[in-house]
């Protein structure tokens, strides 16, 4: 159940009308400081004069440094409806009332800048109609919003390069917090000007999307990114099923005539190898490899059969290895343990995804003797990034712990102690330790916060939460805090959770480096009413607590993409069932009240429980997946399984993440509530088929 929360405001119809009145240019006059201006959408008639006032000192990068002013001070009453009521123009999609509502929003030192920014981000979003040059000039000279201009900026990159208009990509230059996208469209621009840029640059931003597409086929048609470099991030396309992707990637990386046979492949891999025969080079050895991968998500069975029999003569030997890793792959995710046979006839020496590696090393662990030399081989196969993840780094220790080497294995879970997530607790655990709470930092003082509260970016977030628009509030948030020193994070996070926002509360504590809050990190609220509901329907109450924590970061009126709903995101349809069981009436419009959403999630994670006999693992993942999922990751245990081995091979990424999370949030929240030393080991216990 994912989170993700939205609030909508309500319109102010008591300054709407006088403001519709106001005019454009009446709004550019006074905000204009000397700018020559054109209508709102009207392109520079004069493209020469507009390029001498994009300078690099007038767009300079807005600053990192943490800004603080005065403490909060009151706003107009009439400039902050104004806001209001653009917000509630600009969701109604009456986009031409927006001018008139930033002239009377000039004087909200807080959020006044947001009408006018909402109604340039229209003007550039809309391809149809020329970019604003001027007034988006008049805006980043009169706005006092870093984040406002920074996204701005950002919008108009990637404006200019949706039109070909590079030239002012390159005079905006760039700014202080990017997306890929523009990243993307920052390298394309420079490319083209002076076609300085490495493939090794542009494969690092690159994330599938308009702009780095765009960036891609150029750099491709340039021969500065080859086929080479393209193999590898369409082979990860396919092995994660990304058709979309793959087949852009193949349209950039194969002549047409290859790519009219991968299109065959993809349809019928083996009807199309039926076709092939001899050896290949080249792309016709690539598509061959490609059809392979393609045959293990549609018949492993015979797929494997005619891999063993043909795939000698079809193949190179890399890629005939690289392909059993394919069905290794597909196995695994099927939970089937052959797969650890398959990845074995691979050999080691080639390249694999991060993804692949994973679940060779996964699979190695799932089976009912473990080879804990073979597991160390898996891991060091990979990349040398993906060794350095605690998780890789605690089954190592273990591989070397399972040959006898103590030393080794020792010195590997001490280098992971750092992380209090699930990995750095099961390490803490190998080491003999019990898990308890860390020495906690002083808490933040008086003068601390005091100051914190003069930080004009927190201002404008506080100011958003209290309207309860949380997209724009959680983005002013997220860029205030940037650079901030750990007392500054846990200042931020003190004054947020003094405003019940706890999702950044919890987030901002936990970015802290050397100080550690874990009464932010792993805060209670609700003044204990979440422990008496669980008490009541017979859950552990430190385990709810993990599972909200996890589920909406304890956001009340969080709501999910799919439906989910409230603290504990229920789905609608669970909602129903539970609430005929308990024998009471619900409707969609009590999903996120308090009592309702506690009462039905504890109720739904109890039923839950009782179903998997008990075993909270289980009962999580079917919380997140559903219990038959849960039961079919069960029943395809031969024998008990490690409950740290089960929760690191659950097949679905989501589901796996959330149940390392939820189980180490409980371990914690179990140490504060008790007070005593806690074992996240035998909180996993073991699974049994």
Not at 591 to 609: I, Q, R, W
Request: charge should be positive; charged fraction near 20%; proline fraction near 4%.
């Amino acid at each position: 159940m994912q989170q993700r929360a939205g609030a909508k405001s309500r319109f102010n119809k008591g300054v709407a009308g006088s403001l519709r009145r106001r005019s454009v240019q009446a709004l550019w006059g006074v905000l204009g400081s000397g700018v020559l201006l054109a209508g709102c959408a009207e392109s520079v008639q004069n493209p020469q004069a507009a390029r001498s006032t994009l300078t690099p000192q007038n767009l300079a990068v807005t600053s990192s440094a943490v800004i603080y002013g005065q403490s909060p001070r009151a706003v107009p009453q009439a400039a902050r409806a104004a806001v209001v009521s653009a917000r509630d123009a600009m969701q109604r999609r009456q986009w031409e009332t927006l001018p008139g509502y930033a002239e009377q929003a000039r004087d909200d030192h807080e959020l006044g800048s947001y009408p006018m920014y909402w109604y340039l981000r229209q003007l550039l979003g809309d391809a149809a109609q020329p970019v604003p040059t001027q007034q988006i000039y008049a805006f980043l000279q009169q706005n006092k919003n870093p984040y406002l201009e920074n996204r701005l900026k950002s919008d108009w990159i990637l404006a200019s390069a949706k039109r070909g208009d590079f030239d002012t990509v390159r005079r905006i230059g760039t700014v202080a917090s990017r997306t890929s996208e523009v990243d993307c469209a920052i390298l394309q621009a420079r490319f083209l000007g002076n076609g300085q840029v490495s493939a090794a640059q542009a494969l690092d931003v690159f994330k599938p999307g308009d702009a780095c597409w765009s960036m891609l086929g150029q750099l491709t048609a340039a021969k500065v990114i080859t086929h080479e470099h393209l193999e590898p991030l369409l082979r990860d396309a396919v092995e994660y099923d990304s058709k979309a992707s793959a087949r852009r990637y193949a349209a950039l990386a194969f002549s047409p005539a290859g790519l009219s046979s991968y299109d065959a492949l993809v349809a019928n891999p083996m009807g199309w190898l039926a076709t092939q025969s001899g050896s290949a080079t080249g792309e016709l050895q690539q598509l061959r490899a490609l059809a392979f991968s393609r045959l293990a998500r549609q018949d492993r069975d015979a797929g494997a059969v005619f891999l063993e029999t043909q795939g000698g003569a079809l193949l190179s030997e890399r890629n005939r290895q690289w392909a059993w890793t394919q069905f290794g792959l597909i196995a695994a995710l099927n939970l089937e343990a052959r797969a650890d046979g398959w990845y074995r006839k691979a050999g080691q020496v080639f390249r694999l995804s991060d993804y692949n590696h994973a679940w060779r090393t996964r699979m190695a662990l799932r089976q009912p003797t473990i080879d804990w030399k073979w597991v160390e081989q898996t891991i060091r196969m990979m990349g040398p990034e993906q060794q350095k993840e605690p998780v890789w780094v605690y089954w190592y220790g273990r591989a070397r712990a399972g040959q006898g080497d103590t030393g080794g294995a020792t010195s590997a879970w001490q280098s992971i102690l750092y992380d209090h997530g699930f990995y750095g607790q099961l390490a803490t655990e190998a080491l003999g330790r019990k898990i308890s709470v860390p020495a906690q930092p002083a808490e933040p003082s008086a003068a601390e916060i005091n100051k914190i509260m003069t930080h004009e970016g927190l201002q404008r977030a506080v100011a958003l939460f209290r309207l309860g628009w949380r997209p724009e509030a959680v983005g002013e948030w997220n860029f205030a805090i940037r650079g901030m020193n750990d007392r500054e994070l846990m200042a931020a996070a003190e004054w947020a959770l003094r405003e019940q926002v706890y999702d950044r509360a919890i987030n901002t504590s936990m970015l802290t480096k050397n100080d550690f809050n874990f009464r932010q990190r792993y805060l209670a609220p609700f003044e204990g009413r979440v422990s008496q509901q669980a008490r009541a329907v017979g859950v552990d109450p430190a385990w709810v607590y993990g599972l909200i924590r996890q589920e909406s970061r304890f956001v009340t009126v969080a709501r999910s993409s799919v439906g989910a709903a409230g603290l504990m995101q229920v789905m609608p349809g669970t909602a129903r069932l539970v609430a005929r069981k308990l024998g009471l009436s619900y409707s969609a419009a009590s999903a996120n009240d308090f009592d309702t959403n506690t009462l039905l999630g504890t109720s739904y994670l109890k039923m839950t429980l009782d179903d998997l006999n008990g075993s909270e693992v289980l009962a999580t993942a079917g919380y997140n997946a559903g219990p038959n999922r849960a039961k079919r990751w069960r029943d395809s245990l031969s024998q008990p399984l490690e409950g740290a081995i089960f929760a690191e091979t659950i097949p679905f990424t989501e589901t796996r993440l959330y149940v390392k999370h939820v189980m180490s949030n409980a371990t914690w929240y179990d140490a504060q509530f008790s007070g005593r030393t806690q074992s996240l080991v035998n909180r996993l216990g073991q699974v049994r088929p």
